[in-house]
């Protein structure tokens, strides 16, 4: 029966070449999001075939990779009914649902949360900041250009005030009153300490010398830079158009698009979001399993 473990730093080296099988842009199809936020959402992993499978507490995220998808299923269902939990998937991309549509009609029942689509945007865009719909953005950069500001890639040197920014940053904003705030800036966290290791790459934002941003990210895909993180301090107007300004100026240029990941419902982070006009959202789609119904295994 499938074998699944808690993910590990060391499970990068193999879950890695099975993501880029299938080039999914969805957040949940990086290595760095499910090693941060494993303890929050339980997250285990394991290996079947070319499939990399992970399990989000009793939830399977359609598996990237390649093989024979008649034995996946079965494997996956085998494995749910000796455990004892539903057969359903989380986030699936679009071109999953539709297959499994296509291949086993009626086997399946289909929902999904704008909640969890992730917000996507032309590099060009975020790193020019063109155009009458980005008019107010270039606005908040312009002003900030004119403080003693400097900006500089994430090193050994100084990422230690990264680590206590975001400590700062959770003083400021009484995370220890809100699990939401908690869980992130644990997960933040958790990507500062393993920063390197991950492969993630990032920059600060300075004014007068001192620390007011960070951000980092990866490439998710052929085409996409992902910002996993985005953190700055409101002591000067702008400082997050300024750092994510910086961000794809850095370290986008080649890739076609940046994703912004998803805004959880969040309202604030939704608007933050849609100020920025994503040229697309990747849809997310969850499926379960009707027993008795549709094409037999």
Sequence with gaps: MLELKKIELSDKQWIDPLLKLSDFRGCEYNFTNNFVWSGVYNITVGRFQDFYVSKHGNCFVFPAGKGDTDALLSELKNYCDSTGIPFEFCSMDIKDKQMLEQRYPG??????????????????????????????????????????????????????????????????????????????????????????????????????????????????????????VEKAFTDYDGAYPMINYMMANRFCKGLEYISREEDMGEENLRKAKKSYHPCFMVEKFSAVYNAGKGQSE
């Design 107 to 228: 086997m399946f029942t289909f929902d999904t949360s704008e909640d969890l689509y992730d917000y996507v945007y032309q590099s060009q865009s975020l790193a020019t900041l063109g155009g009458k719909k980005l008019h107010s953005k270039r606005n908040y950069i312009n002003r900030f250009k004119q403080l003693n500001w400097s900006f500089e890639d994430i090193t050994p040197d100084n990422i230690d005030e990264c680590k206590q920014m975001s400590l700062e940053w959770c003083r400021r904003n009484d995370c220890d009153k809100s699990e939401d705030k908690s869980e992130e800036m644990c997960a933040v966290g958790i990507g500062l300490e393993h920063f390197f290791d991950l492969g993630l790459v990032g920059g600060i934002l300075r004014v007068d010398g001192r620390i007011q941003a960070f951000s980092y990210g990866e490439q998710q895909c052929s085409d996409t830079f992902v910002t996993h």
